[in-house]
Every structure is written in C-alpha cells, then in structure tokens.
C-alpha cells in the first residue's frame, strides 16, 4: 500500500523555490534550445515544441535534479526528460501520420532529434 502526502501551501511554495536556485549551465540551455529548434524544423512534423514546451523541459530538468538530490542539471535530465515533457506538444504532419500512429512517430521523431544534437560535455 502507498501511502501519499499532502503537501502544504508553505512548503510547496518553498519546493518551486529550491527548483528554480537548481543551476542550469548556459550550454545545456543552448543543448534545449537546439532540441527545441530541431522539432521545429523535422520534416514530419508540423508543429514543434513552443517556447512554452522548452521552458516547460527547463524547468523540468530543474525539478529532477533536485529530486536526484543535485543544485545543478546534467545533460542526462535533459535526455531523459524529452519524451515525457515534449512528445505530446508536437503535432505530426498528415502524410507522416498515415504510415503510423502519430504518438509512437512524435517519440521516434524526438529520439531521433537526440541523436542528432550534440551533447555538451
């Protein structure tokens, strides 16, 4: 049995603070902004993630840092997190989407786009 706790209007207050002092090297922003900029120019995409999506992957890899117990991020949050935070903010083009389902293409389509982009060191 999981047992779940209620989290307090102070407290959660106090969490979004300690995410946001998480440090974000000015080369995994540019690592994001690159992902980001790929899915807006794929050919079997017709819309890429927003800039409400990127600040969205941002401030994810913050947060996750943080749970793993880290002030800083690591390309690897980032790896990790592009399915889950951008895979339902692209929208596959009509003729990509008739030779599959678009969810399963959107995440071949990001993979891709991660194997593309050079991580930072």
Do not use: F
Request: charged share 25%.
């Amino acid at each position: 049995m999981r047992i779940t706790r209620r989290w307090t209007r102070c407290e959660l207050v106090a969490m979004q603070s300690q995410v946001a002092a998480v440090r974000v090297d000015e080369a995994l922003v540019d690592y994001m902004l690159e992902i980001v900029e790929k899915t807006r120019a794929h050919e079997s995409l017709a819309l890429g993630v927003s800039p409400r999506g990127a600040q969205a992957l941002y401030r994810a890899a913050q947060a996750l840092a943080m749970m793993e117990g880290r002030d800083y991020v690591i390309p690897d949050d980032i790896k990790r997190l592009v399915l889950p935070v951008c895979a339902h903010r692209i929208i596959v083009n009509t003729r990509a989407a008739m030779s599959q389902r678009s969810s399963e293409l959107s995440e071949r389509v990001l993979e891709d786009i991660l194997t593309q982009v050079e991580v930072p060191l």
